[in-house]
């Protein structure tokens, strides 16, 4: 496509001399997606592997020179996995009621807040001395901001979590596991909205 004598993106480019997220990676993603979205039957070209919207928010991609601006594409998959959750949350409603699929939120949330009863500086695992990890000061400080949203109904919304960022320390906490807390709270709040 062209538009006033130039191509046409989905996303503005990164500026000139940053890196942004490989404009081919992404725009096959985006078919998936949208294959996924329609309903449509998997093809070659959109490939066999389920998209719903866990694997949304997990998705990387790499990044490079001439790259899609990365505010852009991560503001569009935050959409994306929002309308996937909400219509895998009306499939389950359909299919199993209120009654179910609150039991379920309740259950990952009742495990999130086991997990943030714990002491400062014992939240998560440990990694090796010489291994950066997520600072354990701002992950705790975080936790406490979980622990008001789960307990006492503090404001905290869904992008809060998605944008929160923890500085590195040698012997930090494990990233990977602090990861798929945030990602569990991301799931509770997408299912009780």
Not at 139 to 166: H, N, P, T
Not at 172 to 180: C, K
Request: no cysteine.
């Amino acid at each position: 496509m062209r538009h006033d004598g130039r191509v046409k993106t989905t996303f503005p480019m990164a500026p000139h001399g940053q890196l942004g997220y490989d404009v081919t990676e992404v725009e096959s993603f985006l078919e998936k997606a949208r294959a996924a979205y329609s309903g449509a039957a998997p093809t070659r070209a959109t490939g066999t592997t389920a998209i719903d919207s866990e694997r949304i928010r997990r998705t990387a991609f790499s990044m490079t020179k001439g790259g899609y601006a990365t505010a852009h594409v991560d503001a569009a998959l935050e959409r994306l996995e929002d309308a996937f959750a909400d219509r895998e949350r009306q499939r389950s409603l359909s299919g199993e009621g209120d009654a179910a699929w609150f039991a379920g939120a309740r259950t990952a949330a009742e495990e999130i807040v086991a997990r943030l009863d714990r002491s400062d500086g014992h939240r998560f695992d440990r990694v090796g001395f010489l291994t950066q990890g997520y600072h354990p000061e701002d992950v705790d400080r975080f936790a406490k901001r979980l622990s008001g949203y789960f307990g006492e109904g503090q404001a905290l919304s869904i992008d809060d979590v998605r944008a929160v960022v923890f500085r590195a320390r040698r012997g930090g906490y494990r990233e990977a596991q602090v990861d798929v807390v945030l990602d569990a709270v991301v799931d509770v709040m997408l299912a009780v909205r």
